[in-house]
């Protein structure tokens, strides 16, 4: 049964095999690529910087350029013992918001 474990080891094979000689931010683009369009809009509502009250930035910022940022980030929110079960085209333990892009991740 594949996992979002599963999604984030064949794109890595993928990237290193056919882009291991791009950019970082190539890979980045390529990576939400293959996670559906569901994953590109999720993406869209990650923070990459904490700001104070006074509206600067607390912490360094991550870089929404950075595969390693986006696949951490991803799997922060799709824990790996949620699973597709292909026959029955059901997914288990997931909440509303999570939803659409754990199918994409994972059919």
Known sequence: M????????????????????????????????LAGREAIEKEKSFIYAVLSEDGTVRDEAESCESIEVLKRKFAEILRPSWKCHYGKAQIQHLNRERRGIISVICS
Request: zero cysteines; a negative charge; proline letters at 3%.
């Open 2 to 33: 594949p996992n979002w474990k599963h999604f984030a080891q064949e794109v890595e094979i993928f990237i290193a095999t056919a882009h291991g000689e791009k950019d970082d931010r190539t890979k980045a683009y390529i990576f939400l690529n």
